[in-house]
Protein backbone atom coordinates (compact mmCIF):
# COMPACT_ATOMS: atom_id res chain seq x y z
CA UNK A 1 0.00 0.00 0.00
CA UNK A 2 1.30 3.39 -0.59
CA UNK A 3 0.47 6.95 0.62
CA UNK A 4 -0.45 9.61 -0.97
CA UNK A 5 -0.84 13.47 -0.44
CA UNK A 6 -1.41 16.48 -1.90
CA UNK A 7 1.30 19.39 -1.05
CA UNK A 8 -1.47 22.41 -1.95
CA UNK A 9 -4.12 21.66 0.62
CA UNK A 10 -2.16 18.47 2.72
CA UNK A 11 -5.04 15.77 2.15
CA UNK A 12 -3.73 12.41 1.93
CA UNK A 13 -5.18 9.10 0.43
CA UNK A 14 -4.12 5.51 0.23
CA UNK A 15 -4.24 2.94 -2.55
CA UNK A 16 -3.37 -0.83 -3.73
CA UNK A 17 -5.24 -2.36 -1.01
CA UNK A 18 -7.95 -3.47 -3.37
CA UNK A 19 -10.36 -0.90 -2.43
CA UNK A 20 -9.37 1.84 -4.29
CA UNK A 21 -9.13 5.48 -3.11
CA UNK A 22 -9.72 5.91 0.13
CA UNK A 23 -10.40 9.60 0.79
CA UNK A 24 -11.90 12.10 -1.59
CA UNK A 25 -9.67 15.38 -2.63
CA UNK A 26 -11.10 18.83 -2.60
CA UNK A 27 -12.12 19.90 -5.87
CA UNK A 28 -9.24 21.68 -7.60
CA UNK A 29 -6.03 21.16 -9.29
CA UNK A 30 -3.87 18.46 -7.22
CA UNK A 31 0.01 17.73 -7.36
CA UNK A 32 0.07 14.01 -6.08
CA UNK A 33 3.77 13.01 -4.37
CA UNK A 34 4.34 9.85 -2.73
CA UNK A 35 4.30 10.73 1.23
CA UNK A 36 8.23 8.77 1.32
CA UNK A 37 9.37 11.71 -1.24
CA UNK A 38 7.88 14.74 0.64
CA UNK A 39 10.07 17.94 0.70
CA UNK A 40 10.66 17.52 4.71
CA UNK A 41 12.31 14.00 4.46
CA UNK A 42 14.58 15.56 2.22
CA UNK A 43 16.92 17.16 4.66
CA UNK A 44 17.83 14.26 5.80
CA UNK A 45 18.46 11.88 2.91
CA UNK A 46 22.09 10.20 1.75
CA UNK A 47 21.58 12.33 -1.45
CA UNK A 48 21.19 15.34 0.00
CA UNK A 49 24.25 14.32 2.47
CA UNK A 50 26.27 13.32 -0.54
CA UNK A 51 25.93 16.32 -2.40
CA UNK A 52 26.77 18.86 0.38
CA UNK A 53 29.80 16.37 1.28
CA UNK A 54 30.97 16.72 -2.29
CA UNK A 55 30.57 20.44 -2.48
CA UNK A 56 32.96 20.38 0.57
CA UNK A 57 35.55 18.45 -0.99
CA UNK A 58 35.40 21.02 -3.80
CA UNK A 59 36.56 23.82 -1.06
CA UNK A 60 33.12 25.44 -0.61
CA UNK A 61 31.27 26.73 2.37
CA UNK A 62 28.21 24.99 2.80
CA UNK A 63 27.31 26.13 6.12
CA UNK A 64 24.42 28.12 4.84
CA UNK A 65 23.35 25.87 2.43
CA UNK A 66 23.26 22.98 4.46
CA UNK A 67 20.57 24.83 7.06
CA UNK A 68 18.68 25.72 3.89
CA UNK A 69 18.69 22.08 2.53
CA UNK A 70 17.75 20.21 5.98
CA UNK A 71 15.15 22.77 6.57
CA UNK A 72 11.66 21.90 7.38
CA UNK A 73 9.33 23.34 4.60
CA UNK A 74 7.13 25.34 7.43
CA UNK A 75 10.32 27.23 7.89
CA UNK A 76 11.29 28.37 4.43
CA UNK A 77 10.02 31.72 3.84
CA UNK A 78 9.21 32.72 0.16
CA UNK A 79 12.20 33.83 -1.64
CA UNK A 80 10.56 36.90 -3.52
CA UNK A 81 9.54 39.67 -1.19
CA UNK A 82 6.12 41.39 -1.38
CA UNK A 83 7.74 44.83 -3.05
CA UNK A 84 10.10 42.58 -4.96
CA UNK A 85 11.18 44.44 -8.27
CA UNK A 86 11.35 41.77 -10.33
CA UNK A 87 7.96 40.32 -9.36
CA UNK A 88 6.27 44.17 -9.29
CA UNK A 89 7.88 43.97 -13.12
CA UNK A 90 5.75 40.59 -13.86
CA UNK A 91 2.61 41.74 -12.69
CA UNK A 92 2.11 44.85 -14.18
CA UNK A 93 3.37 43.16 -17.76
CA UNK A 94 6.33 45.21 -18.17
CA UNK A 95 9.41 44.55 -20.04
CA UNK A 96 12.00 42.99 -17.73
CA UNK A 97 15.54 44.22 -19.10
CA UNK A 98 17.98 41.23 -19.75
CA UNK A 99 20.75 43.27 -22.02
CA UNK A 100 23.30 39.81 -21.85
CA UNK A 101 20.65 38.50 -24.75
CA UNK A 102 21.88 41.30 -26.93
CA UNK A 103 25.36 40.84 -26.07
CA UNK A 104 25.85 37.20 -26.60
CA UNK A 105 24.27 37.34 -29.76
CA UNK A 106 26.05 40.46 -31.11
CA UNK A 107 29.55 38.73 -30.44
CA UNK A 108 28.67 35.40 -31.81
CA UNK A 109 27.75 37.82 -34.75
CA UNK A 110 31.01 39.32 -34.73
CA UNK A 111 33.39 36.44 -34.24
CA UNK A 112 32.01 34.50 -37.15
CA UNK A 113 32.67 37.31 -39.39
CA UNK A 114 36.14 38.22 -38.51
CA UNK A 115 36.77 34.51 -38.58
CA UNK A 116 35.91 35.13 -42.70
CA UNK A 117 38.90 35.39 -44.72
CA UNK A 118 36.88 37.57 -47.38
CA UNK A 119 36.39 40.47 -44.57
CA UNK A 120 33.78 41.55 -42.77
CA UNK A 121 31.73 43.55 -45.22
CA UNK A 122 31.62 40.94 -47.45
CA UNK A 123 31.04 38.18 -45.13
CA UNK A 124 28.01 40.41 -44.19
CA UNK A 125 26.89 40.57 -47.19
CA UNK A 126 27.15 36.81 -47.72
CA UNK A 127 25.23 35.55 -44.32
CA UNK A 128 22.76 38.38 -44.11
CA UNK A 129 20.43 39.61 -46.53
CA UNK A 130 17.62 42.41 -46.51
CA UNK A 131 15.15 40.51 -44.93
CA UNK A 132 16.75 39.38 -42.09
CA UNK A 133 17.92 43.67 -41.68
CA UNK A 134 14.47 44.02 -41.82
CA UNK A 135 13.15 41.28 -38.92
CA UNK A 136 16.53 42.38 -36.80
CA UNK A 137 15.76 46.00 -36.64
CA UNK A 138 12.10 45.66 -35.79
CA UNK A 139 12.95 43.61 -33.04
CA UNK A 140 15.53 46.01 -31.88
CA UNK A 141 13.12 48.92 -32.38
CA UNK A 142 10.23 47.11 -30.17
CA UNK A 143 12.92 46.46 -27.59
CA UNK A 144 14.33 49.97 -27.58
CA UNK A 145 11.27 51.36 -27.71
CA UNK A 146 10.44 49.17 -23.80
CA UNK A 147 13.90 49.60 -22.48
CA UNK A 148 13.25 53.52 -23.45
CA UNK A 149 10.63 53.67 -20.53
CA UNK A 150 12.70 51.21 -18.09
CA UNK A 151 16.25 52.96 -18.68
CA UNK A 152 16.34 55.74 -20.98
CA UNK A 153 20.36 55.82 -20.39
CA UNK A 154 21.34 52.39 -21.49
CA UNK A 155 24.44 52.43 -23.26
CA UNK A 156 22.42 50.29 -26.17
CA UNK A 157 20.52 53.54 -27.65
CA UNK A 158 24.44 54.85 -28.77
CA UNK A 159 24.36 52.27 -31.54
CA UNK A 160 20.72 51.65 -33.36
CA UNK A 161 19.55 55.41 -32.44
CA UNK A 162 16.35 56.56 -33.70
CA UNK A 163 17.87 58.45 -35.92
CA UNK A 164 19.69 55.28 -37.77
CA UNK A 165 16.58 53.06 -37.14
CA UNK A 166 14.61 55.91 -39.35
CA UNK A 167 16.89 56.27 -42.07
CA UNK A 168 17.69 52.20 -42.29
CA UNK A 169 13.28 51.88 -42.34
CA UNK A 170 13.16 54.54 -45.48
CA UNK A 171 16.01 52.67 -47.34
CA UNK A 172 14.28 49.71 -46.81
CA UNK A 173 10.92 50.61 -48.41
CA UNK A 174 12.98 51.40 -51.99
CA UNK A 175 13.19 47.65 -51.49
CA UNK A 176 9.98 46.80 -51.13
CA UNK A 177 7.33 45.73 -53.31
CA UNK A 178 5.04 48.34 -53.71
CA UNK A 179 1.71 45.99 -52.61
CA UNK A 180 3.48 46.50 -49.71
CA UNK A 181 1.93 49.54 -49.12
CA UNK A 182 -1.73 49.56 -50.49
CA UNK A 183 -2.92 53.20 -50.97
CA UNK A 184 -0.15 54.73 -49.78
CA UNK A 185 2.78 55.62 -52.28
CA UNK A 186 6.84 55.13 -51.15
CA UNK A 187 7.22 58.77 -50.66
CA UNK A 188 4.20 58.73 -48.50
CA UNK A 189 5.66 56.14 -45.99
CA UNK A 190 8.98 57.53 -46.20
CA UNK A 191 8.01 60.58 -45.00
CA UNK A 192 5.56 59.12 -42.11
CA UNK A 193 8.78 57.20 -40.99
CA UNK A 194 11.03 60.24 -41.15
CA UNK A 195 8.60 62.49 -39.37
CA UNK A 196 8.07 59.80 -35.80
CA UNK A 197 8.95 61.77 -32.88
CA UNK A 198 10.02 58.82 -31.00
CA UNK A 199 10.36 54.70 -31.08
CA UNK A 200 6.50 54.05 -30.41
CA UNK A 201 5.97 55.85 -32.95
CA UNK A 202 8.05 54.67 -35.27
CA UNK A 203 7.18 51.28 -34.73
CA UNK A 204 3.26 52.17 -35.04
CA UNK A 205 4.32 52.93 -38.69
CA UNK A 206 6.51 50.30 -39.44
CA UNK A 207 3.17 47.77 -38.14
CA UNK A 208 0.67 49.23 -40.16
CA UNK A 209 2.45 48.15 -43.28
CA UNK A 210 2.97 44.49 -44.84
CA UNK A 211 6.90 44.63 -46.03
CA UNK A 212 7.36 42.64 -48.77
CA UNK A 213 11.31 42.48 -50.75
CA UNK A 214 11.82 41.87 -53.98
CA UNK A 215 14.01 39.04 -55.37
CA UNK A 216 16.75 41.24 -56.36
CA UNK A 217 17.05 43.38 -53.38
CA UNK A 218 18.44 40.75 -50.86
CA UNK A 219 22.22 42.21 -51.26
CA UNK A 220 21.29 46.08 -50.87
CA UNK A 221 22.07 46.10 -47.38
CA UNK A 222 21.30 49.64 -46.04
CA UNK A 223 24.42 51.91 -45.11
CA UNK A 224 23.32 52.93 -41.75
CA UNK A 225 22.68 49.29 -41.03
CA UNK A 226 25.87 48.41 -41.83
CA UNK A 227 27.16 51.11 -39.38
CA UNK A 228 25.55 50.56 -36.56
CA UNK A 229 25.80 46.60 -36.82
CA UNK A 230 29.97 47.57 -36.76
CA UNK A 231 29.82 49.40 -33.76
CA UNK A 232 27.51 47.32 -31.36
CA UNK A 233 29.35 44.53 -32.57
CA UNK A 234 33.10 45.55 -32.18
CA UNK A 235 32.38 47.38 -28.99
CA UNK A 236 30.18 44.21 -27.13
CA UNK A 237 32.86 41.72 -28.37
CA UNK A 238 36.16 43.96 -27.50
CA UNK A 239 34.47 44.22 -24.04
CA UNK A 240 34.02 40.05 -24.35
CA UNK A 241 37.38 38.79 -25.59
CA UNK A 242 39.26 41.43 -23.30
CA UNK A 243 37.55 40.28 -19.88
CA UNK A 244 36.93 36.70 -20.82
CA UNK A 245 39.39 35.47 -23.12
CA UNK A 246 43.04 37.57 -22.05
CA UNK A 247 42.91 40.04 -25.26
CA UNK A 248 45.75 43.10 -24.50
CA UNK A 249 45.44 45.62 -26.77
CA UNK A 250 48.16 47.05 -28.75
CA UNK A 251 49.84 49.81 -26.74
CA UNK A 252 48.48 48.53 -23.74
CA UNK A 253 49.71 46.80 -20.35
CA UNK A 254 46.82 45.04 -18.80
CA UNK A 255 43.02 44.46 -19.06
CA UNK A 256 42.00 47.76 -17.61
CA UNK A 257 43.77 49.59 -19.76
CA UNK A 258 42.54 48.00 -22.76
CA UNK A 259 39.07 48.43 -21.45
CA UNK A 260 39.87 52.02 -20.54
CA UNK A 261 41.04 52.24 -23.99
CA UNK A 262 37.54 50.83 -25.72
CA UNK A 263 35.74 53.67 -23.60
CA UNK A 264 38.12 56.22 -24.75
CA UNK A 265 37.36 55.77 -28.37
CA UNK A 266 33.48 54.72 -27.62
CA UNK A 267 32.92 58.52 -25.98
CA UNK A 268 35.07 60.26 -29.05
CA UNK A 269 32.76 58.67 -31.32
CA UNK A 270 29.51 59.54 -29.21
CA UNK A 271 30.28 62.78 -28.79
CA UNK A 272 29.26 62.88 -32.31
CA UNK A 273 25.86 63.60 -33.48
CA UNK A 274 24.51 59.73 -35.43
CA UNK A 275 24.59 61.04 -38.62
CA UNK A 276 28.60 61.25 -38.26
CA UNK A 277 29.36 58.33 -36.01
CA UNK A 278 31.82 56.49 -37.52
CA UNK A 279 31.71 52.79 -35.83
CA UNK A 280 34.36 51.24 -38.75
CA UNK A 281 36.94 53.23 -36.05
CA UNK A 282 35.63 50.75 -33.00
CA UNK A 283 35.63 47.93 -35.62
CA UNK A 284 39.17 48.72 -36.58
CA UNK A 285 40.30 48.84 -33.34
CA UNK A 286 39.02 45.56 -33.02
CA UNK A 287 40.00 43.93 -36.73
CA UNK A 288 43.89 45.49 -35.30
CA UNK A 289 44.17 44.09 -32.08
CA UNK A 290 43.14 40.38 -33.46
CA UNK A 291 46.15 40.64 -36.04
CA UNK A 292 48.99 42.45 -33.87
CA UNK A 293 48.13 40.20 -31.21
CA UNK A 294 47.54 36.53 -33.23
CA UNK A 295 44.12 36.35 -31.01
CA UNK A 296 42.18 33.20 -31.60
CA UNK A 297 38.52 33.74 -31.40
CA UNK A 298 36.72 30.85 -29.58
CA UNK A 299 33.14 30.46 -29.73
Same mark, same amino acid.
Given at each position: ???I??????????F?????IT????????????E??????????P?V??R?????????????L?G??QA???????????D????????????????E????????????????????T???RK????K????Q??R???L????????P??I? @???? &?? %???????? #??????N /???????????V?D????????AGL??????Y??????????H?P?????????AG???????I?RT????????????????????? @???? &?D %???????? #????S?? /?N??K?K??????
Open positions: MSERCPNCGTSFQGDGTGTQLREGIHYLVPTIRNENHGSSCTSLEALKSAGINVDAQLMNNSIIVNLFKDDPIIEELSKGGFIRNPLFRRWITAQTFRLLKDPAGWTAVHYDIYVFKCRELVLMKLYNKSNDR @FNFF &TL %YDLKRIFS #DLVDYA /TRSFRNSTKDEKKIMHASNFLDVINSRFKFRRDATKLREWLNCFKGAYYTLQNIHGLILPDCSDMNESLNMVEKW @FKEI &T %YEPCHRRW #DIMLLL /TAVQNFELQY
